[in-house]
């Protein structure tokens, strides 16, 4: 729903839904029984529920046993070696981690570019 319809939306990240209808969201989401209808006219909570539910990941989606790859992999220089060390760093996440970052790049503004 964020693809389809969020994307052209004035600040989809930045702006902060009603708290009411985060929780509502939230619960529905939890019960797998959302209502797409409902929040189609506000991405806003579907933005919302998504920086919710990466918020409360028990480990960070990059993870805690990459952090130093990770790190070390910005630092590098030369923008063809550190994109091969970032790129050598994501092979190593796991399956589930992985999957949401190839789903959470198609937001940055030259995704295209992007082949994961």
């Not at 009603?18 to 409902?38: M, N, P």
């Not at 529920?49 to 990770?70: C, G, I, Q, V």
Request: proline share 5%; charged share 25%; net charge neutral.
């Amino acid at each position: 729903m964020l693809l389809e319809c969020g994307m052209q939306e004035e600040g989809l990240f930045r702006v902060a839904p009603s708290a009411s209808k985060l929780k509502k969201l939230k619960a529905a989401l939890d019960c797998c029984v959302v209502d797409v209808q409902e929040y189609s006219a506000d991405p806003h909570a579907i933005a919302g529920a998504l920086k919710s539910y990466l918020r409360e990941l028990p480990e960070p989606l990059m993870t805690f046993e990459l952090y130093d790859e990770w790190i070390q992999a910005s630092n590098i220089q030369e923008q063809d070696k550190r994109l091969q060390a970032l790129w050598n760093a994501c092979e190593k996440l796991p399956k589930a981690n992985h999957n949401n970052i190839r789903y959470l790049i198609k937001f940055y503004p030259s995704y295209q570019n992007i082949k994961m």
